[in-house]
């Protein structure tokens, strides 16, 4: 898929942060671009940017993407919209910090509804007609916290690691049906230092661990260019994460935990803020924000 042009994609949460940087991108390609999001403001405020830029066109509806009638029925709609799916990149994240057995269930059972449910949804809605014209890219945003965490980020690793596995067999069974059109990609970005998880305390050497980042649009470009373009089924954003997977696997797991707790993983969400406001990392929001 190195030409991008006339495609139609499909981004979940594409109204801020990592998606909208994607959808920008594949605007600027020549591609029309349907927005899944649960913050209207934001939605709005994503079609007028995305529209003033000219190339592709750009539908967007509200949805919550846990809600799996909600998702089919977009679907459909989408395939009304742009005459057919050839991209779906799942982006849209939830996350509640804090110790397993010191938050709510409910909020570990979320962040496993939206990061990991909501691509199964969106997936099985659209993976057939791709494998039927043996044509299409399906993109799982991950992250580097499917290979390491700390303290208080059980929900949220153990989602991110189900994504890669999902991504990662998938493929294998894609590939094993015959189809060689289709493929998966799995992306694993470091912690953006605004957006979602904003006020992260990173230590100098957490820093080698658990790469942040200031800048969206760094996992835009792997998205579109590494992902989409190159066909890579495994994305890394910075390309230090790339490291730490492999070295993951080669250290004792004794060893791993001692530096994982040496290098300040306990303190990483001594300052977290988050989105203030927003559903998907304040639990004071209500019903407003983004899933």
Same mark, same amino acid.
């Given at each position: 898929?190195?030409?991008?042009?006339?495609?139609? *994609?499909?981004?979940? #949460? +594409?109204?801020?942060?990592? @998606?909208?940087? =994607?959808?920008?991108?594949? %605007?600027?390609?020549?591609? !029309?671009?349907?927005?899944?999001?649960?913050?209207?403001?934001?939605?709005?405020?994503?079609?007028?940017?995305?529209?003033?830029?000219?190339?592709?066109?750009?539908?967007?509806?509200?949805?919550?993407?846990?809600?799996?009638?909600?998702?089919?029925?977009?679907?459909?709609?989408?395939?009304?919209?742009?005459?057919?799916?050839?991209?779906?990149?799942?982006?849209?994240?939830?996350?509640?910090?804090?110790?397993?057995?010191?938050?709510?269930?409910?909020?570990?059972?979320?962040?496993?509804?939206?990061?990991?449910?909501?691509?199964?949804?969106?997936?099985?809605?659209?993976?057939?007609?791709?494998?039927?014209?043996?044509?299409?890219?399906?993109?799982?945003?991950?992250?580097? *916290?499917?290979?390491? #965490? +700390?303290?208080?980020?059980? @929900?949220?690793? =153990?989602?991110?690691?189900? %994504?890669?596995?999902?991504? !990662?067999?998938?493929?294998?069974?894609?590939?094993?049906?015959?189809?060689?059109?289709?493929?998966?990609?799995?992306?694993?970005?470091?912690?953006?230092?605004?957006?979602?998880?904003?006020?992260?305390?990173?230590?100098?050497?957490?820093?080698?661990?658990?790469?942040?980042?200031?800048?969206?649009?760094?996992?835009?470009?792997?998205?579109?260019?590494?992902?989409?373009?190159?066909?890579?089924?495994?994305?890394?954003?910075?390309?230090?994460?790339?490291?730490?997977?492999?070295?993951?696997?080669?250290?004792?797991?004794?060893?791993?935990?001692?530096?994982?707790?040496?290098?300040?993983?306990?303190?990483?969400?001594?300052?977290?803020?988050?989105?203030?406001?927003?559903?998907?990392?304040?639990?004071?929001? +209500?019903?407003?924000?983004?899933?």
């Amino acid at each position: 898929m190195k030409n991008l042009r006339g495609k139609k *994609a499909i981004v979940t #949460g +594409g109204a801020m942060g990592f @998606g909208l940087a =994607t959808c920008r991108r594949l %605007v600027r390609e020549g591609c !029309d671009v349907t927005i899944w999001e649960l913050n209207e403001s934001a939605m709005l405020e994503a079609k007028k940017e995305l529209d003033d830029m000219g190339g592709g066109k750009t539908f967007v509806y509200l949805c919550d993407v846990s809600d799996k009638e909600r998702v089919f029925e977009l679907a459909e709609q989408a395939k009304k919209d742009m005459g057919q799916v050839d991209i779906l990149i799942n982006n849209a994240g939830f996350f509640r910090p804090g110790k397993f057995c010191e938050i709510p269930l409910e909020h570990t059972v979320r962040q496993m509804e939206v990061n990991v449910l909501a691509p199964f949804y969106s997936t099985y809605a659209l993976l057939p007609d791709m494998l039927a014209r043996d044509c299409g890219h399906v993109v799982n945003v991950a992250s580097g *916290a499917s290979w390491y #965490g +700390g303290p208080g980020w059980v @929900g949220y690793c =153990t989602s991110k690691a189900a %994504v890669h596995a999902f991504s !990662d067999i998938l493929k294998i069974e894609i590939k094993g049906s015959g189809k060689k059109g289709v493929n998966v990609t799995s992306v694993h970005p470091g912690l953006a230092l605004k957006g979602m998880f904003e006020g992260l305390t990173f230590s100098r050497s957490m820093k080698l661990l658990w790469p942040p980042m200031e800048d969206h649009d760094l996992v835009a470009e792997g998205i579109v260019e590494d992902g989409l373009k190159k066909g890579k089924s495994v994305v890394c954003r910075p390309k230090s994460i790339y490291l730490m997977w492999v070295f993951r696997g080669l250290v004792p797991n004794s060893l791993w935990d001692w530096l994982v707790l040496r290098m300040g993983a306990a303190d990483l969400l001594k300052g977290y803020k988050g989105r203030p406001g927003m559903v998907h990392t304040d639990p004071d929001a +209500g019903g407003k924000g983004t899933s």
